[in-house]
């Protein structure tokens, strides 16, 4: 519901603008009042409702837009579909704010057409003041807009949650928003809805420029046909005419830096060599690399969109072009799925980025990395990423989990052995896991747990890269990249006397954290993926399940949170995901939440309902993460700051002593 005393709400309003109360509200909702104060002339406290393009105006805006909103179309449906909740819309806006689109249920149609949440509606901050679309347009960035953040006191009792969807040329040609009435921080949504986004605007280039060639391209192979790759479309002479955000990124470029561009000055190669080995390679990625650099990459040319209608029936100007790949649809979370697949979701972390492109640079060059992380937290995964992306990916990637062998068989798995080396050895002998990654990447998991013994056996093969079998003097050259990881801190044990020092130094050319799944921004994504993996892409999600999902600290990580999805598929048994599904996480606000609200109860009793929920809520999150304010901050996408001023309005104490 709205807030009861619309005067309040405009005392605080104008109490934020003059400057008295900052730490009130978020930065962005801070620099939206005062806009709308000063220069929209408007009144937080008066009613207003924002005005409908008439019968004439409204089908010219559709009509010009027809584009945008037949890419959306389908997109948007789907997302409301995943979401699993009937007191939502999801809604689609031009630069104006005038709606062209809406997704939703009859019952929230209902409640929100009084408001002036319907076709045609102009929802700019002019006319309605903050809210999500309209100051999405205005930030030209996503934007949350919770409840009491709305500028006109009328509609505090809608939560709004916006991106910007760009066009071809990088401008800005819509916005995407759900709309709800939840009092829950919307965090996971801001994911969703730019994972959508990044999906129209793939429709919007498709659309376009169906006479143009697509250039589909991603440093990982697995990712070229799927939501993260890059994508470049170029005319019959190679010139570029667009590319979608995840080339920019890829390529560490501006659309107009990009377009006009001839494809061979961003790739050693030109669009015919590269349709050529497209066609040879049956339309499945071939490598490539970044014009004047060592950046290698992975790509598929193809022909316009329009010939290969035809290409079962006709033979086109360049090739022949038979039928693409067989790739499964799954919204949101598609992806190719190789031999022992990598998740999407699991690299889009920031900071997991960051370590991922650190690795590659140092890998290629052959210094040895350590990886540090928790157990379950993906430290064969990114190994195996990073020998994907390095010069040796044509090369075999051997594993091994030290912590799992006995101490008497990790010597012959890592170095082999002779027939009849020891009793029960194989009668041909056996090849060690050392000289079987010869040309590839050996993947030491757990290393912290090598007998001491077999360190110093270890060190000798990485000074000398010849490897001595059991049972035999004759040495073996061999040539690896080694990764090593473990979830213990080998410094320490180096200090203990329980670690070599000398071969600490040689493993840690350089040394990674990788951080647990809690403190990772791309949970929402990993769960999407994850249940795709589970044949569920489709499965809407309710709300509570998802707070559930995403507040939760997976003291199992990644290992943990694939075992609770797939049973929770189980139990639901096609039905959406609910709390009731997911028994082993407990209920969604524990004992310790419960009495920590209890003990504080009569230190908050001023405040609203609302502010007493919000405040339970953060209050979880901060006994998650242990009350790491960084962790926090970074786990609900907002600044320190602005989670001290959030921290300080609802009272909640900055120090902890729990």
């Not at 920031?350 to 990395?369: E, F, K, Q, S």
């Not at 041909?428 to 990447?441: C, E, L, N, P, Y």
């Not at 050996?442 to 000798?460: S, Y």
Request: aromatic content about 6%; hydrophobic content about 45%.
């Amino acid at each position: 519901m709205p807030i009861s005393d619309p005067l309040e709400h405009a005392h605080r309003v104008f109490d934020v603008v003059r400057g008295g109360m900052l730490h009130a509200t978020s930065d962005a909702v801070a620099q939206s009042w005062a806009r709308c104060v000063r220069e929209h002339g408007l009144d937080p406290s008066q009613a207003r409702r924002p005005p409908v393009l008439s019968r004439v105006d409204l089908p010219t805006r559709l009509r010009r837009m027809a584009s945008v909103i037949d890419c959306a179309r389908y997109e948007m449906t789907t997302l409301y579909q995943q979401l699993g909740d009937p007191g939502l819309a999801v809604v689609l806006t031009d630069t104006d704010g005038v709606i062209l689109h809406m997704v939703t249920s009859q019952e929230f149609e209902r409640l929100a057409q009084p408001m002036g949440l319907e076709l045609g509606a102009v929802w700019s901050e002019a006319e309605v003041g903050t809210n999500g679309m309209g100051t999405c347009v205005v930030e030209a960035g996503p934007v949350v807009v919770q409840q009491a953040d709305h500028f006109l006191s009328q509609y505090t009792g809608l939560t709004c949650t916006a991106v910007p969807v760009h066009d071809p040329a990088g401008e800005m040609t819509a916005v995407l928003d759900v709309s709800s009435r939840s009092v829950q921080p919307q965090n996971h949504l801001l994911v969703l809805l730019a994972m959508t986004a990044r999906m129209i605007e793939n429709r919007l280039i498709d659309t376009r420029f169906r006479d143009a060639h697509p250039i589909h391209f991603h440093s990982r192979p697995e990712f070229v046909y799927t939501l993260h790759e890059g994508k470049l479309v170029v005319d019959e002479d190679g010139r570029i005419l667009a590319a979608n955000h995840s080339a920019l990124l890829q390529l560490g470029s501006t659309h107009g830096e990009l377009r006009g561009a001839r494809l061979e000055q961003i790739f050693q190669t030109t669009l015919d060599a590269m349709l050529e080995r497209s066609h040879r390679a049956a339309f499945h990625p071939v490598v490539t690399y970044r014009a004047n650099a060592a950046n290698r990459f992975f790509a598929v040319a193809r022909q316009p969109a329009r010939e290969e209608d035809f290409a079962r029936n006709a033979v086109p100007a360049r090739v022949r072009v038979p039928a693409p790949p067989a790739v499964p649809a799954l919204p949101h979370a598609a992806r190719l799925r190789p031999a022992r697949a990598i998740p999407a979701a699991t690299f889009g972390d920031p900071r997991l980025l960051a370590h991922l492109a650190t690795a590659r640079r140092v890998v290629n060059g052959g210094t040895p990395l350590l990886l540090r992380a928790e157990t379950g937290a993906g430290k064969e995964v990114f190994a195996r990423a990073v020998h994907a992306s390095g010069h040796r990916a044509d090369g075999p990637f051997v594993a091994i989990n030290c912590a799992s062998l006995p101490e008497t068989l990790i010597e012959a798995e890592l170095f082999g052995y002779r027939a009849g080396a020891f009793t029960g050895a194989e009668k041909g002998g056996r090849r060690g896991k050392i000289v079987q990654s010869d040309g590839g990447t050996l993947f030491l998991d757990e290393i912290g747990d090598m007998p001491l013994p077999l360190q110093a056996r270890l060190l000798r093969v990485l000074d000398e890269r010849m490897v001595t079998p059991l049972g035999t003097d004759e040495a073996r050259a061999v040539d690896f990249q080694l990764i090593s990881a473990s979830h213990r801190n080998l410094a320490d044990m180096v200090g203990e006397g329980s670690f070599r020092e000398d071969l600490y130094y040689r493993l840690a050319g350089i040394e990674l954290q990788i951080p647990p799944l809690r403190e990772r921004t791309d949970r929402a994504e990993i769960i999407r993926n994850l249940l795709a993996d589970e044949g569920r892409a489709d499965a809407a999600v309710t709300p509570a399940a998802w707070d559930l999902l995403l507040r939760h600290p997976w003291p199992g990580n990644l290992r943990q949170l694939h075992h609770v999805l797939r049973s929770a598929v189980a139990l639901a048994a096609g039905a959406p995901l609910g709390v009731e599904h997911f028994p082993s996480l407990g209920a969604p606000a524990g004992p310790a939440a419960a009495a920590s609200l209890a003990t504080a109860a009569a230190d908050v009793t001023f405040l609203s309902p609302q502010h007493v929920q919000e405040r339970q809520s953060l209050l979880d999150v901060l006994e998650s993460q242990r009350w790491n304010v960084s962790h926090v901050a970074k786990s609900l996408g907002v600044s320190r700051n602005t989670l001290y001023r959030r921290m300080h309005k609802l009272h909640i104490p900055v120090t902890h002593n729990g």
